[in-house]
T-cell receptor, first 113, second 113 residues
Framework: AQSVTQPDIHITVSEGASLELRCNYS??????LFWYVQSPGQGLQLLLK??????LVQGIKGFEAEFKRSQSSFNLRKPSVHWSDAAEYFC???????????FGTGTRLKVLA | DAGITQSPRHKVTETGTPVTLRCHQT?????MYWYRQDPGHGLRLIHY???????DKGEVSDGYSVSRSKTEDFLLTLESATSSQTSVYFC????????????FGQGTRLTVV
């Protein structure tokens, strides 16, 4: 079955430290890949997306993600975290040929001052 | 922000009563979705629509029905609400062309007592 795994439920980092959130998917072909962020009480906002081409994609708020086909991974990174980055982050895939998104269970990020 | 409005934003209802949540979009997007968000489960697809009067089930459709009589409106109905349907419900839209990303509404917090 198609699935998306975010192995880290919670991550705590200090402000200014680097960040990497992991995402692995299970799907035969390369799907479309997304990262969303959700602040408390809000809807989901798109951070970045990957369809094809350059495997390192840039997004909003200084985030980037790297697609690695061999590892079926699409990890999200930020070189220096700001306190305002505290939120929940969701990885999602859209299998090619469908319009049904599959979401991971999310990673909640806490930022220490 | 994409023009998506969910109503109501908050609702408390009693077990056994019918409940209808509304999603209204001003983007003329083809695809509309209803997800529920629960701790530890991320977002799970309830139903989605790929056009007026065209709908399909998601992974957690039991106890829910949907209708789409106009492009702009997608209704989610809980025929007889149960406590297990206490959740945050999100509507999302996708144009079906171009970027393939989904845009989300602000969510509806439903409590069934």
């Amino acid at each position: 079955a198609q699935s998306v795994t975010q192995p880290d439920i919670h991550i705590t980092v200090s402000e200014g430290a680097s960040l990497e959130l992991r995402c692995n998917y299970s799907y035969g072909a390369t799907p479309y890949l997304f990262w969303y962020v959700q602040s408390p009480g809000q809807g989901l906002q798109l951070l970045l997306k990957y369809f094809s081409g350059d495997t390192l994609v840039q997004g909003i708020k200084g985030f980037e993600a790297e697609f690695k086909r061999s590892q079926s991974s699409f990890n999200l990174r930020k070189p220096s975290v700001h306190w305002s980055d505290a939120a929940e982050y969701f990885c999602a895939v859209l299998p090619s040929g469908t319009y049904k998104y599959i979401f991971g269970t999310g990673t909640r990020l806490k930022v220490l001052a | 922000d994409a023009g998506i409005t969910q109503s109501p934003r908050h609702k408390v209802t009693e077990t056994g009563t019918p409940v209808t949540l509304r999603c209204h979009q001003t983007e003329n997007h083809r695809y509309m979705y209803w997800y529920r968000q629960d701790p530890g489960h991320g977002l799970r697809l309830i139903h989605y629509s790929y056009g007026v009067k065209d709908t399909d089930k998601g992974e957690v459709s039991d106890g829910y029905s949907v209708s789409r009589s106009k492009t702009e409106d997608f209704l989610l109905t809980l025929e007889s609400a149960t406590s297990s349907q206490t959740s945050v419900y999100f509507c999302a839209i996708n144009s079906g062309t171009g970027g393939f990303e989904a845009f989300f509404g602000q969510g509806t917090r439903l409590t069934v007592v």
